[in-house]
């Protein structure tokens, strides 16, 4: 009881109620929500802590910025959406904090795709080298369960397009990467296809700020041969699966393309089978049927791989993260 009282405290007051209804519809800067309310930064921030003490609010690093979003579990999240809905639509305060926040949304989406333009024409050179993109996600889905899952992790989500493929068969999905123009790309992707149930975060794909078991399934597309240490990424991408969680890697057959190791900063001219099982058995992964996709000249292979019982595990792999880890991998 007492609990309750001091989250409904916590939200009892105006602006926290306007800062509730605009975390709502989306991740939001103190920067930004200081443009809508137009109230000082200091005031705002000292109203976002509460609200994050509370559990009525998430709060979230990325970089040298600070994200703020709905609360997504427990019970403060459950009464967080349902003050939400209560605040009536046709409130005037309201209708004038969703007008500027349309507006900073724009702003967001100019520069995100003024960015995908600058860089657009790197990655449809590769594209153009193996099989479709939809082709390789057809098959990404008919590896998935039909199912769903409940928690999806996208390893090295760059525009978020994994995210968009699988939006319909998880209930909660996020996607990370190291460069914050990547996710700004794929932020404003999700936003516009309004799925609110996918989200992004800057991370360390040798590092994730997750604890182990967290998720049901993680995707790594077109992202190893990116990496210094692949068995590393797949190690940590194997430890924050549950037991019987699913991976999904997706990445290039050995090639000898030696073009995009000079042109487009790929590490690796693609994997073997044998490699990427290897990788798979000492991380505690049981692999199954690999598919190939052949195209012209690159074949697409994906590998599919599920977490094994702990007790059940093989080894571990005694893998030291790289000196620098590569960010910005486009998806």
Not at 246 to 275: I, K, M, T
Request: hydrophobic share 45%.
């Amino acid at each position: 009881m007492d609990d309750l009282l001091a989250t409904l405290k916590a939200a009892a007051e105006t602006t926290r109620l306007r800062l509730l209804a605009l975390c709502a519809h989306g991740e939001l800067t103190v920067t930004e929500l200081t443009q809508i309310l137009g109230q000082s930064q200091p005031r705002v921030s000292r109203h976002l802590k509460l609200l994050c003490d509370a559990g009525l609010l998430d709060r979230f690093r990325e970089g040298t910025f600070a994200f703020y979003r709905l609360a997504e579990k427990g019970q403060s999240a459950e009464l967080a959406r349902v003050l939400v809905a209560a605040i009536p639509a046709d409130d005037p305060t309201l209708i004038l904090d969703l007008e500027r926040l349309d507006a900073i949304k724009r702003a967001r989406s100019e520069t995100a795709a003024a960015y995908f333009r600058e860089n657009a024409a790197r990655w449809h050179e590769i594209r153009s080298l193996h099989v479709a993109e939809g082709e390789v996600e057809a098959a990404l889905l008919r590896l998935f369960p039909k199912e769903g899952v409940e928690e999806l992790l996208d390893i090295g989500t760059g525009t978020g397009r994994m995210l968009e493929v699988l939006a319909r068969r998880v209930h909660r999905a996020i996607g990370v990467d190291q460069s914050r123009e990547m996710l700004a790309v794929a932020r404003n992707r999700l936003e516009e296809a309004g799925l609110r149930h996918c989200h992004v975060r800057q991370a360390d794909m040798y590092q994730l700020p997750f604890p182990s078991g967290s998720f049901d399934a993680a995707v790594i597309h077109q992202v190893l041969h990116y990496t210094e240490s692949p068995a590393g990424v797949l190690a940590e991408a194997a430890r924050v699966l549950r037991p019987g969680g699913l991976l999904l890697v997706v990445d290039f057959a050995p090639h000898h393309l030696e073009a995009l190791r000079e042109e487009h900063a790929h590490r690796r001219l693609g994997f073997s089978d044998a490699e990427v099982a290897g990788w798979c058995h000492q991380s505690g992964l049981d692999c199954g049927p690999v598919v190939h996709l052949s195209g012209d000249p690159l074949t697409v292979s994906i590998w599919p791989a599920t977490r094994l019982a702990a007790g059940v595990q093989i080894s571990s792999p005694q893998i030291q993260k790289p000196a620098h880890s590569l960010s910005g991998v486009p998806s």
